[in-house]
């Protein structure tokens, strides 16, 4: 059996339902993102293509919000947080020319969460540096031998060693790393 969805587009072009209500896809708005969402969807998120045991965004998230500067603490922390409403696709996938309008979709929803919760953007250096040593990190902790020996990573790993977090433990995690950082409002407000 095969299921139709409701509505596919609506007045903003095509959408998902989340869990606190829509996403558009082509126009989203500041109003769409919801930090609740966020964390509940990076959290059930395996990295790696779920090829490795299951290490979330969510908690890579926070491990790059924690090696950045604490002024960059929160850009690093929402890094990925556009992958709650469009998924990631393995890396090689995502540099394929075929693959530009995706990219596109993807950098439209990080401007909209970086203009939502007052990120910079582009999202600070620090962040892309602190993102390169933690993908090395997972290389070196979270990766099944036969996957590490086909990747060299391209920068240093952190001292800090990953034991990953089970889903809901990884989304308290984010919502307390991110009250923390944003503490002007509180989360249940954010995601209003």
């Given at each position: ?36 969402t966020?964390a ?52 090689p ?45 997972e ?10 020996a ?5 920068a ?7 034991t ?9 995690r ?10 002007a409002?509180?989360?249940a407000?954010?995601?209003?």
């Amino acid at each position: 059996m095969r299921v139709q969805p409701a509505a596919t587009a609506g007045p903003r072009g095509p959408w998902i339902a989340t869990r606190t209500g829509r996403y558009y896809l082509f126009c989203p708005s500041s109003r769409d993102i919801d930090i609740e969402t966020i964390a509940h969807a990076l959290s059930n998120q395996c990295r790696w293509s779920g090829q490795a045991a299951f290490y979330s965004v969510a908690q890579h998230s926070v491990f790059v919000s924690e090696h950045v500067p604490p002024e960059d603490a929160l850009a690093g922390l929402l890094h990925d947080a556009a992958e709650a409403y469009v998924r990631d696709v393995p890396t090689p996938l995502k540099h394929d020319p075929a693959m530009a309008r995706f990219c596109e979709v993807e950098e439209l929803g990080m401007r909209v969460i970086s203009e939502r919760f007052r990120l910079p953007w582009p999202l600070p250096e620090s962040v892309h540096i602190a993102d390169q040593r933690a993908c090395a990190t997972e290389w070196r902790d979270i990766l099944p031998p036969v996957m590490a020996a086909q990747w060299v990573p391209v920068a240093q790993p952190f001292n800090a060693r990953i034991t990953p977090w089970p889903p809901e433990e990884a989304r308290r995690r984010f919502l307390a790393r991110f009250t923390d950082l944003f503490p002007a409002v509180p989360a249940a407000a954010v995601s209003a």
